[in-house]
């Protein structure tokens, strides 16, 4: 692994072909034997540290149309999250149903799981068949791996009955030295970022795009209101910065003054501290507060004028969908990939069906969206937010502050990167935007960052 390393570092990844592969690396695993540890715990007492392990596991070989990657750098999506507490199911389920699909998927059921579901690295092995990407290419991966076997898969790939999320439904994710992806998750990596910036956005990015901008999501156009819930973390960093890129104008919620100032920085001025004015949007565990749900869409039309949201950015799921569904503008949409709060939504359906409103369910996005939205990185125009880095060991701690909502935008993870900022190779453009690339910076240490 040391040779790999090197060879990166000295600027000579065409030598990567040559080297060995070693037998073995590390990655961030569960182990199928401990998922029932935190059986009658809340979902917010589980904890990852303790069901994370950082271990030495076998290294795939690289099957027909794979590509086995050098991982320099990754990132904390909250999907590792629901796959360190094993909820809503463990994911062992996933890996034993897509081992059954064919003798090469078989490999990926196992009684560890490598997690991680985002990667910049250089790619070390092609298997057969792979074109267009060679031993030595920086490059970042999209999460959707997908099989194309089904007609259903071929207009949109997100619709193929064997899509799946590498990292979370398949093995060998991104948490790791070594990675195995489909060469059709690969793209390059943004010449101007350093390895954990170019690993930042790859999912939430990708996720934010088709859920707003997307045919597939809501179109989102000029001049629109979007609604954003947590709008400085994962997803909401991303769709703020797509609104304004796209001409919307960003309504931007969040949950206290530092995150509101984040909301500023990225250019957004509409901005509501949901903790500061106090939304009860619950009366008790099953009655909603229809005078809450009015509160809250007469502060947004103060805001913006009169206008309710042409779209809401929908995630949080439970605890905001029937404010969500309210406040939408006559015909607007409500887009939805993710129920943080819970997956049992409820809602007025008068107001929706009354006042023609849509609800669109999306998920993370098809190889072609990833391209677009991985291109705006690349181009400088939509930047990582990126607030804290941590060594592939403190993984399972990042996972935890992630968990409990102590960070803003991503966590990145050092992998085989020894330090942070390294990988840069167009200083020129990181020069135009420097700034931007880090304002989610804490500038505290990591260990007071998280
Ligand atoms: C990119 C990042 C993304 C994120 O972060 S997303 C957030 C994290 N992800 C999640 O929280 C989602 C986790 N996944 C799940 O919770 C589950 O994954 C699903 C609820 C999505 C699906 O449940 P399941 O049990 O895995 O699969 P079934 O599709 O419900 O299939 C179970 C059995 O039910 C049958 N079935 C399905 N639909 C129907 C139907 N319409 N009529 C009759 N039967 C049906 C199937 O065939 C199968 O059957 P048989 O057990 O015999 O194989
Ligand atoms: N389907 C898909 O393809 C994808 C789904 N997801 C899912 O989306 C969800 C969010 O992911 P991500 O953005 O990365 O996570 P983060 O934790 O980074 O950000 C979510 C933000 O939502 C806000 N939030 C959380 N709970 C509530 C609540 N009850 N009411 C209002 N706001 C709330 C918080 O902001 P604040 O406190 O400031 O308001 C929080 O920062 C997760 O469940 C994830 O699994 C993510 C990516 C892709």
Redesign the pocket.
Known sequence: MQEILEAILAGAPGDLGRLPVPESYRGVTLHSDEVAMFDGLAGRDKDPRRSLHLEEVPTPQPAAGEVLVAVMASGI???TV?SSIFEPLPTFGFLSRYGKTSPQAARHDLPYHVLGSDLSGVVLRCGDGVAGWQPGEAVVAHCLSVELHHPDGHADTMLDPEQRIWGFETNFGGLAELALVKANQLMPKPEHLSWEEAAASG??NS?AYRQLVSDNGARMKQGDTVLI??A?????SYATQLALNGGATPVC???SPQ?AELCRRMGATLVID?AAEGYRFWKDEHTQDQREWKRFGARVRELTGGEDPDIVFE??GR??FGASVYVARRGGTIVS??S??GYEHTFDNRYLWMHLKRIIGT??ANYREAWAANRLVAKGQVHPTLSAVVPLERTADAVEA?HQ?R?QGKVGVLCLAPREGLGVTDPELRADHEPAINRFRTGKPVSAAL
Request: aromatic share 12%.
């Open positions: 999506n909250y999907n629901w999912l939430v996720t819930w947590g400085t973390g994962g997803l909401g919620v969040v949950s995150k949901r995630h949080p605890e905001t990939c993710a943080t709060s998920h993370f992630v909502g960070h």
